[in-house]
């Protein structure tokens, strides 16, 4: 078992973390990754703080994946507690933010990769850089173009860690979905997920865009009348809306953009105040102001311009209508962000062309794991965790199968 060796393609957090387990248990792993360097998109996740897991009881955080059934036995395995421990036995501390998000200390992920890079060399990782995976030769092995042309490899196993299609400059360019395609393998179209969609503002909004709206709550319907709730921050961009609440909320605004062109995201302008508070705070005063009244209700001047800019003139002084309006902002979103701009992709790898150990049904002693798994989840950490689980998970199933 230990002269066996396995090649692991897609150095990011998936990838790393198949190689942590492997050459932990003695075997010889090969790492190759398309671009100069190691976990570049990890890197990027790093950036405004690198939200690493989530504090959240378990049963709860398994639920916000799409596929909770199918990641559940892989994150059991490797939980939110596993990671904050994997990253302490890396000496790299942690905390948990207000959110309950869960950080490492030092908030960016340059020390956590340098040193789990450090390990895994110590352990005799070999890691291959600027090689890319073209494909399969007809025999199965794998193809690899290189600045000294092709080269072939024929390993004993191999993890495919690819990633999905967003960001590609970082190395996840999704042109695995068509040399997987064409071994018949059931894929699920990959599509932008935890992006901003599409609205139309007015040239009134304009002074306005790149403003966040803040203590804000959101909703989205589905075509059962099913309600998803968010609630967190949003900025209007100059092609419409993104931001934490959207994120959260992109699955179904996906669904539905998908399915009927168009979705709507109502907004709870004034999550905090009641309808009828509102009513009573809005009622004409005196000689005061519109603008007046509406800021003592709690308005912000972003908040202000939406209103202005959806809600007709003649209704600006009816506290019942205005008061109905801020508590259910409708947005009429007609697309998505390009996947290239997207945090994440949802869709890949079909949970039904793969073994339980994550093994390609179609192409024995291959397995994926990490984001090109066809699952999906908001930002949180849910997504690293996921990568890192499944990534942990398909090398304990060739720990199991290789003999
Ligand atoms: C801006 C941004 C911020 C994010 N912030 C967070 C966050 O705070 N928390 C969180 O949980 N998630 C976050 N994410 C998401 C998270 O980074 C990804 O979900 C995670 O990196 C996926 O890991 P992976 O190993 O599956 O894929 P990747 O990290 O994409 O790694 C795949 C690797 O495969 C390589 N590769 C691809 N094709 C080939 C090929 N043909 N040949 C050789 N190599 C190839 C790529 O170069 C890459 O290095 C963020 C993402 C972005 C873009």
């Given amino acids: 078992m230990n002269s066996k060796r396995v090649v692991i393609i897609g150095a990011g957090p998936a990838g790393l973390m198949a190689a942590d387990i492997l050459s932990a248990h003695g075997i010889l792993v090969d790492l190759f990754e398309a671009k100069a360097s190691v976990g570049r998109k990890f890197l990027m996740a790093g950036k405004g703080g690198l939200n690493i897991t989530h504090s959240e009881p378990l049963p709860n955080f398994i639920l916000r994946y799409d596929h909770s059934d199918w990641l559940k036995p892989m994150i059991d395995e490797f939980n939110p507690n596993d990671i904050v421990s994997w990253m302490q036995s890396l000496g790299v501390s942690s905390f948990i933010g207000t ?54 490899i024929t390993p004993d196993a191999t993890i495919l860690a690819l990633g999905g299609a967003s960001w590609p400059s970082l190395g996840s360019d999704g042109a695995w979905v068509k040399i997987l395609t064409s071994s018949n393998i059931a894929i699920n179209p990959l599509l932008p997920s935890n992006c901003g969609f599409k609205a139309t503002w007015s040239q009134h909004m304009d002074s306005h865009l790149g403003k966040p709206l803040k203590n804000i709550a959101g909703w989205v319907k589905n075509d059962s009348g099913e309600i998803q709730k968010s609630s967190s921050e949003a900025i209007l961009t100059t092609y419409g809306i993104e931001g934490g609440l959207v994120y959260a909320l992109s699955r179904p605004l996906r669904e539905k953009v998908v399915s009927d062109g168009e979705a709507t995201l109502y907004l709870d302008l004034l999550p905090y105040v009641t309808l009828n508070k509102l009513r009573a705070l809005l009622a004409p005063s005196g000689k005061q102001s519109i603008n007046n009244i509406w800021r003592k209700a709690g308005l912000d001047s972003v908040k202000i311009a939406l209103i202005r800019e959806a809600l007709p003139k003649d209704k600006w002084s009816d506290p019942i209508c205005i008061a109905a309006f801020i508590k259910e902002y409708p947005i009429k979103l007609t697309g998505m962000q390009p996947i290239e701009e997207a945090i994440s992709t949802s869709g890949g790898v079909k949970r039904e062309a793969l073994t339980e150990d994550l093994m390609l049904c179609r192409l024995p002693n291959v397995y994926c794991a990490g984001e090109m798994l066809d699952w999906d989840a908001p930002t949180g950490g849910y997504l690293l965790t996921a990568s890192f689980a499944s990534g942990r998970f398909a090398a304990k199933g060739i720990l199991k199968n290789l003999t």
Wanted: proline fraction near 4%; glycine fraction near 10%.
């Fill in 99 to 152: 959110s309950g998000r869960i950080f490492p200390t030092e908030m960016k992920a340059a020390p956590l990769l340098r040193r789990w890079l450090s390990n895994l060399k110590k352990r005799g990782v070999s890691v291959h850089c600027n090689h890319y995976w073209k494909g399969f030769t007809t025999n199965g092995d794998l193809r690899f173009s290189t600045a000294d042309g092709e080269k072939v």
